[in-house]
């Protein structure tokens, strides 16, 4: 591709940088082959054009999910696009239909929940974001569908994911194909649950992975043919024996073995085992712990998962036995024995270890160490012992170290296949294969030259489907794939494999020649393959070699090549186990059948692993493969670290740059119709006039740009490598051009609007020049017209001033003249005032003598006449003397009155014994105030007495006539004063007793007040006690029904019919089937029509016709209602029907019946078309209300009282008796219930009644549902549909106006509307009740805002803002609906779609980028976690604006936050989960309706006409 491309000034390159490994940059010249190019670190550089790869500068900054959308299509591209994917935690991507896994090396629970499986369930790959549950469930769908077997490889190395990933693929697997086993754990658990103890006996840390797998597995997933899994097998390769006996630093062993020395002290006492470091197979390597790992956890958690795949206790302990037994075999050493190249144990400490090893494999000690320090050569004639010497022995032992694990792992692999079991009908299978990945150290062994033969073998199969792929690809858009090449890696394959003459070949040669050393076995290489072009010789090296893999040169030590490829068991070490008292120890070592022939063929690790993986192989070409390629980002292990040139190498490693090659050989670039148009339509703008088909404009506009070797498919255009950027340089010079006419035409405006500016200033500047010379001639002017006004003033001002003087000399001259006539007119006044003065003084002196004369005579003619006045005066005071009797009575009276109101305040303090200490104060201070007012009263009486005494002592007095005006006058005011004394104080007295009245009245009104509320709080304390014994009734009731049910399954054996426990020779059938026991026939209450017991013909002959008349009526109730019988004001008529048919016959307290089964199978068999909702709603209708009634009638047998409610206690106190007064008042509300009651009445049920009653609420809930998710279903496909907006097409917009697309107006939010107003039009014509009108609704509602956030998270094509407008507009629809509906039926729905709500309305934000963190969680998303933000925030992109999404800070602290989730493991799934309980109980229908509403529903018409049915006229 970098070979066809031209790069211009301008033009956005990739380039090779030795830090980076690439880095991209802009050409800033070009000087024939070689450019210079700006680099964004800031350094230019000089470099050839042929060395330079194209950027595509509208890739999205977010990366695309599938790698093949890219535009460009090479290791630059990829490598950046996987580096933005990861930078916003989307660790996975597609290429193609290959999965690549970033290790994100953090939790990250939120992606593997079971909200993300369900979503994941049935979507088409390539839909939702990338993921293995994706990758799996392809895999399950095809094999259902097609019958193949498939297969999944899972490779990567160490530390990539390998092992999680197929965890995660095994979960999957198991949530589609699981089932509940019958006994014990299900196949897909133990599957699941085996990965613990795997994990234990073949996982090791290296120097790249705590937890590296050092073995191949490959898991055999079986299925039957309904889908479900059926049995499975784990199969696996080449354990790395080695490891048991060399571990370097900083590795560790095998984890079983540090677990076993962090056993409980028991087990440690018992297999004599202490710290790891004093182990010789253990301190090789300095590592002894793992970060964040508990061995003794991790040892207890390993044998509970031996018991859960089926290994026993003692087999547990035979285990560690060996595993113990194999750490002490490693602290044996040895020293030179006695005699030549002889071998003994060193010292006693080795003795006390090979002691222990015979104690725990149960052999003898002797014989073990003959085995580990001799061996026994076999001749024809005699057997000849030979001595090993200490380096041999040592050989020996690490020999028999790890056959015994190796054994050991395989006795574990095929106890976990016998325990999971196989099916050995199952016809498909999916394979999940974890593989190690591709290894290239600084000292590779065997071990890594086989794993590598393996990731040479798996990428040629790899090739294959890859190229296989593109075939079908092509295949599939119908174009010319014929002379693509694809090139093979069999060369290498040959080279290592071939026989003869292949690598393994020779290598087993060199096995079989005891003398071969691996200096032989290298020279024998160099000369065999000197000049294949895949193998080498590296300098300065004897025995080394280098081949040349796919994915790099790998140099090989082949030091212990020829011990590691040995695959034999010492005869010694065989004959020494096998005879072991330990059976587990001895069925390790099964002793080897006798071969008939001389010689034994030769067995080697690598021609057993050749064979392995041909089978593998084999397996895997018989089934479709998916890959899954793991990728370590770095090798620091840490989040948030991205190592491209670690990165680089493992693609090419894992074969994904391998299979870019492979579609850079065809057509690399693949673009759609539409994007192809937007994208390259400028180049050629007029072969867009009067097109209507996209196809035909792509192809007359490659025509028309005269590009080559393209193809047109069906649905895209395919380019060749280098015509994608061959068009973009096209689309940048056009750019180019265009950009020159802009700015000409941005320049020609600019320089337009500064010439008017200029013209503007200058008008601007004369118009001021010309104002400043008019303002000065009008200066002027003013001036001249000023100084005449001011002369004027002047001259006027003097003519006046000399005016005014004139004026005041002559007004003077008037005023003094005037005023001397004034003053000689004064003088003549007073003259003339003085005589008149002296006149009138005259006169009054006459005057006032006259006067005192008359005063005189006056005066003495009234002294005489108030005499005579006084004297009668008098007379009448002593008649009021007399009169004292009155005043006394009156006092009497008002005694009397003080003494009734002291008697009623008693009286009341009495009555009121709880006011008494309040009121007692009051009354003691009236009572002292009576008192006072009495003494006083007493006082004056005397005083009043005593006066009248001396009255009459003188009045009896002759009087003086001179003196009675004075004595008489005092004593009448003494007496009149003292009258008036005793006046006030009786009007005193009076305002104190009405201010007692008064009092008295008040607090008379403030004891009827305490008084009601005493009537109240009596009242509800009835009440209370009334509710609380309904509640007792309630749950006494509940007891003995629960207790009913018991005894009944107690007592009787399962039946699926109630009619099934009818015994003719042992019962009597009374009404309607209902059949009792005949000897408790005395201890029934009597039905309407009671059965004697009679033993004559007749008698049973009339029972039998009365039993099938009976039949007759219930066969007639069941035909009746199994029609649609309609309402009668607004309630279900069959339902009413039926429930006052079993009132009257008595079938709710009869023992047992068949009605009850009767009406459940009608109701079942009536409710199979589950898909019509107006017949499904008609019988939702009736038997919500048939329950309702149930509910109210029935009363489990044995419960107190047959009425619904206990009377309650009869009240003792006044208070009691006038609340029980009031309620026992009739009314009219009592009236309507006593009605009502005549409609539903309790009766006590039996055990086939409570039954019933249970059967009809599971089918109330059954049907609920139906109805609930026929309307999802209806949903589904429309809200798919709704929730991305249609497509509108740069490009397809026409210049004759007509479109490429679809039309822009969609129906689907209609149709959804219309959806919801046919089933709520359905339900109210059925008259459900609200409550299960407003329960489907809300959870309707609820399913859409599932799905509609849902795909918004899963799909980045819908976080657009023209979707959010879309989606919002739609949102509108529903809203308006709600409100139409009302809230009667929609009740909350519409806060049901919260999430998307808010979610939406982010996405129409325009500026997001200034929107801070606390805004999104507190204002705008409130309700949205921080994992859903940060989904959408990093998904969404603006295909209409090109607005920003928010800041980088906003982005950093949600990572932050999203961290701290996942270390604390409480986040959730960002994704919701579809809530499909029943979300009412029986106890909300019955609240919903009211007795009261069946007083005027009647019985079917079809039954009042049969006589047999004439109680219905009764109801």
């Known amino acids: 591709m970098a070979a066809n491309f031209t790069p211009m000034v301008g033009s956005l390159v990739w380039l090779e940088d030795p830090e980076v490994t690439w880095i991209d940059g802009e050409v800033v010249e070009v000087n024939g082959d070689q450019i210079k190019v700006l680099c964004t670190s800031g350094k230019t550089v000089v470099v050839k054009a042929s060395d330079v790869y194209p950027k595509d500068a509208e890739a999205p900054p977010c990366g695309v999910d599938d790698m093949t959308k890219l535009a460009y299509l090479h290791e630059p591209g990829v490598l950046q696009n996987l580096r933005s994917r990861y930078d916003m935690n989307e660790i996975y991507t597609y290429t193609g239909s290959i999965l690549i896994a970033v290790n994100p090396f953090r939790r990250l629970p939120h992606l593997?929940?079971?909200?993300?499986?369900?979503?994941?369930?049935?979507?088409?790959?390539?839909?939702?974001?990338?993921?293995?549950?994706?990758?799996a469930d392809a895999a399950y769908r095809q094999m259902i569908n097609e019958g193949i077997s498939q297969s999944i490889l899972v490779s990567g190395e160490s530390g990539a994911g390998k092992t999680e990933s197929t965890k995660q693929l095994m979960r999957y697997l198991a949530y589609m194909g699981g089932r509940a086993a019958a006994e014990g754990r299900s196949v897909e658990k133990k599957v699941l649950e085996s990965n613990p103890v795997l994990e234990a006996f073949g996982n090791a840390k290296t120097v790249r992975n705590n937890n590296s797998s050092r073995f191949g597995k490959f898991v055999e997933i079986q299925f039957d043919r309904s889908g479900r899994i059926s049995g499975a097998a784990i199969r696996t390769y080449l354990l790395e024996r080695s490891r048991v006996c060399q571990v370097s630093d900083p590795e560790r062993n095998y984890h079983c073995f540090y677990m076993l020395c962090a056993a409980p002290p028991e087990d440690i006492q018992r297999f004599k085992l202490g710290n790891p470091r004093t182990f010789h197979y253990l301190n090789q390597s300095n590592c002894y712990e793992l970060d964040g790992v508990n061995d003794s956890k991790e040892y207890i958690a390993t044998r509970q998962a031996m018991d859960v795949v089926g290994i026993s206790s003692d087999e547990q302990d035979a285990i560690f036995r060996v595993v113990a037994a194999i750490l002490h075999l490693g602290n044996v050493e040895f020293a030179k024995g006695k005699e030549v190249d002889s071998s003994v144990p060193k010292d006693k400490k080795s003795q006390f270890h090979l002691k222990t090893v015979a104690e725990l494999l149960m052999c003898d000690a002797k014989a073990l160490e003959d085995s580990l320090c001799k061996r026994e050569i076999v001749t024809r004639d005699e057997t000849i012992t030979k001595w090993l010497d200490p380096e041999a022995a040592a050989v020996s032992r690490d020999a028999l170290a790890k056959i015994v694990y190796s054994r050991l792992f395989d006795w574990l692999v095929e106890k976990i296949n016998n325990s999971i079991g196989q099916d050995p009908n199952s016809k498909s299978l999916i394979g999940v294969l974890d593989i190690y990945g591709f290894e290239s150290f600084k000292t590779n062994s065997f071990e890594q030259f086989c794993i590598n033969l393996t990731n040479e073998k798996l990428q040629q199969h790899f090739n294959q489907h890859v190229f296989k792929m593109e075939q079908e690809e092509y295949s599939k858009e119908e174009i010319n794939w014929s002379y693509i090449e694809f090139v093979d890696n069999q060369d290498i394959l040959d080279l290592i494999e071939k026989k003869p003459g292949g690598i393994i070949a020779l290598l087993d040669e060199a096995c079989m020649f005891p003398r071969s050393t691996h200096e032989t076995f290298a020279q024998k290489l160099y000369q065999t393959f000197k000049n294949h072009k895949r193998f080498s010789k590296p300098k300065l090296a004897r025995s080394d070699f280098t081949i040349c893999h796919y994915a790099g040169d790998v140099t090989y030590q082949t030091e212990l090549f020829l011990d590691k490829n040995k695959d034999y068991v010492v005869a010694e070490h065989q004959a020494l186990l096998s005879a072991s008292k330990c059976s587990f120890v001895s069925s390790l070592?099964?002793?080897?059948?006798?071969?008939?022939?001389?010689?034994?063929?030769?067995?080697?690790?690598?021609?057993?692993?050749?064979?392995?993986?041909?089978?593998?192989?084999?397996?895997?070409?018989?089934?479709?493969?998916?890959?899954?390629?793991?990728?370590?980002?770095?090798?620091?292990?840490?989040?948030?670290?991205?190592?491209?040139?670690?990165v680089l190498q493992q693609l090419r490693c894992g074969g994904v740059m391998e299979a870019i090659r492979i579609s850079c050989a065809g057509y690399p670039t693949r673009k759609p119709f539409d994007e192809f148009v937007d994208r390259f339509g400028i180049l050629a703008s007029e072969v867009l006039d009067g097109s209507s088909d996209e196809v035909t404009a792509c192809k007359r506009l490659l025509e028309k740009v005269g590009l080559e070797g393209y193809q047109i498919g069906k649905t895209k255009v395919f380019l060749r490598a280098g015509q994608m950027a061959d068009l973009d340089a096209r689309r940048t010079e056009v750019l180019g051009r265009s950009a020159s006419i802009i700015q000409r035409k941005v320049r020609s405006y600019l320089s337009r609007k500064n010439y008017i500016m200029l013209r503007r200033s200058a008008i601007h500047i004369q118009a001021a020049c010309r104002g400043q010379l008019a303002r000065t001639v009008y200066e002027s002017m003013r001036r001249e017209a000023s100084c005449l006004r001011i002369q004027r003033d002047l001259r006027m001002y003097l003519a006046k001033k000399a005016y005014k003087d004139m004026c005041f000399s002559a007004v003077c001259i008037q005023t003094g003249m005037r005023g001397m006539a004034a003053r000689n007119e004064l003088r003549f006044r007073r003259q003339t005032w003085a005589s008149i003065l002296i006149q009138s003084h005259c006169r009054k002196y006459l005057a006032r003598l006259h006067y005192m004369k008359l005063k005189k005579a006056a005066i003495t003619t009234q002294c005489a006449w108030r005499g005579k006045v006084a004297r009668r005066e008098l007379r009448k005071l002593k008649m009021a003397a007399r009169e004292t009797g009155a005043l006394q009575a009156a006092k009497n009276k008002l005694e009397k009155q003080v003494e009734e109101l002291t008697w009623r305040l008693q009286l009341e303090k009495r009555m009121r014994v709880d006011m008494e200490e309040a009121k007692t104060q009051e009354n003691a201070k009236l009572q002292s105030a009576l008192q006072e007012m009495q003494l006083q009263f007493k006082e004056s009486k005397a005083k009043l007495m005593k006066e009248i005494e001396v009255a009459k002592k003188e009045a009896e007095k002759v009087p003086v006539v001179q003196e009675v005006p004075v004595i008489d006058h005092a004593v009448v005011e003494e007496l009149t004063s003292e009258n008036e004394k005793l006046k006030t104080l009786v009007s005193s007295l009076e305002k104190k007793i009405d201010e007692t009245e008064k009092k008295f009245e008040e607090t008379s009104k403030i004891s009827e007040e305490r008084l009601k509320q005493a009537l109240e709080a009596e009242s509800k304390i009835v009440q209370l006690k009334t509710a609380m014994h309904r509640l007792e009734e309630k749950v006494s009731d509940m007891e003995t029904e629960n207790q009913i049910l018991r005894q009944q399954s107690l007592l009787s054996t399962p039946i699926k019919k109630m009619s099934e426990h009818i015994s003719a020779p042992a019962t009597q059938s009374l009404e309607n089937g209902h059949h009792v026991i005949e000897e408790n026939i005395s201890n029934e209450p009597q039905s309407a029509t009671p059965v004697k017991k009679l033993g004559t013909e007749s008698d049973s002959k009339l029972r039998r016709s009365h039993i099938e008349h009976q039949h007759e009526n219930v066969d007639a109730l069941i035909n009746c209602v199994a029609k649609n019988l309609g309402y009668c004001n607004g309630k279900p008529v069959a339902a009413f029907t039926i429930y006052k048919c079993l009132l009257h016959w008595k079938s709710f307290e009869a023992e047992r019946t068949s009605v009850f089964d009767?009406?459940?199978?009608?109701?079942?068999?009536?409710?199979?078309?589950?898909?019509?909702?107006?017949?499904?709603?008609?019988?939702?209708?009736?038997?919500?209300?048939?329950?309702?009634?149930?509910?109210?009638?029935?009363?489990?047998?044995?419960?107190?009282?047959?009425?619904?409610?206990?009377?309650?206690?009869?009240?003792?106190?006044?208070?009691?008796?006038?609340?029980?007064?009031?309620?026992?008042?009739?009314?009219?509300?009592?009236?309507?219930?006593?009605?009502?009651?005549?409609?539903?009445?309790?009766?006590?049920?039996?055990?086939?009644?409570?039954?019933?009653?249970?059967?009809?609420?599971?089918?109330?809930?059954?049907?609920y549902g139906i109805i609930r998710d026929n309307l999802k279903k209806e949903l589904s496909s429309l809200l798919s549909l709704c929730i991305q907006a249609p497509r509108t097409s740069k490009g397809s917009v026409l210049r004759s106006g007509r479109s490429f697309g679809k039309d822009s107006a969609s129906s689907h939010w209609q149709s959804i509307i219309d959806s919801l107003n046919t089933l709520l039009s359905t339900l109210k014509q059925n008259f459900v009740p609200p409550v299960l009108v407003q329960k489907i609704f809300t959870q309707t509602f609820s399913y859409i805002n599932v799905q509609l956030f849902n795909s918004l998270l899963l799909r980045r094509e819908c976080c657009t803002f023209s979707n959010g407008e879309y989606v919002k507009a739609g949102l509108a629809e529903l809203e308006l609906w709600c409100c139409q509906a009302k809230e009667e039926?929609?009740?909350?729905?519409?806060?049901?779609?919260?999430?998307?709500?808010?979610?939406?309305?982010?996405?129409?934000?325009?500026?997001?980028?200034?929107?801070?963190?606390?805004?999104?969680?507190?204002?705008?998303?409130?309700?949205?976690?921080?994992?859903?933000?940060?989904?959408?925030?990093?998904?969404?992109?603006?295909?209409?604006?090109?607005?920003?999404?928010?800041?980088?800070?906003?982005i950093s602290s949600m990572r932050i936050l999203m961290t701290e989730d996942s270390n604390d493991a409480t986040s959730n799934s960002f994704l919701l989960d579809d809530n499909s309980s029943i979300p009412f109980s029986v106890d909300d229908l019955s609240n919903s309706l009211q007795e009261k509403d069946f007083l005027d529903v009647k019985a079917a018409e079809e039954l009042l006409e049969n006589p047999a049915f004439e109680f219905l006229y009764e109801a």
């Open 112 to 135: 593997y929940d079971s909200h993300m499986m369900a979503q994941y369930k049935g979507a088409a790959f390539g839909e939702l974001s990338p993921h293995p549950f994706a990758v």
């Open 589 to 646: 070592f099964l002793p080897l059948a006798e071969e008939s022939s001389k010689t034994s063929k030769f067995s080697s690790i690598g021609s057993r692993f050749k064979q392995q993986l041909q089978q593998l192989l084999e397996t895997l070409s018989s089934s479709e493969p998916h890959y899954i390629r793991c990728v370590k980002p770095n090798n620091l292990l840490k989040p948030a670290i991205f190592e491209n040139k670690n």
């Open 1158 to 1263: 009767r009406l459940i199978q009608m109701i079942g068999s009536a409710i199979e078309n589950e898909d019509d909702n107006d017949h499904m709603a008609y019988w939702l209708s009736n038997t919500s209300t048939l329950l309702f009634l149930l509910q109210r009638s029935l009363k489990a047998a044995g419960a107190s009282g047959a009425t619904p409610h206990k009377k309650p206690p009869t009240a003792t106190s006044l208070f009691g008796r006038m609340a029980m007064g009031f309620r026992s008042s009739p009314s009219s509300a009592n009236l309507a219930a006593a009605a009502a009651l005549a409609v539903v009445r309790q009766v006590e049920a039996k055990y086939p009644a409570l039954l019933f009653k249970q059967q009809l609420a599971a089918y109330v809930e059954k049907i």
């Open 1385 to 1450: 039926y929609a009740g909350s729905s519409w806060d049901e779609l919260k999430h998307i709500r808010q979610a939406v309305g982010f996405l129409v934000i325009h500026q997001k980028y200034r929107i801070s963190y606390d805004e999104i969680t507190n204002d705008l998303c409130p309700i949205l976690s921080v994992q859903q933000l940060y989904r959408i925030c990093t998904l969404y992109w603006d295909d209409n604006y090109n607005t920003r999404s928010v800041s980088p800070n906003v």
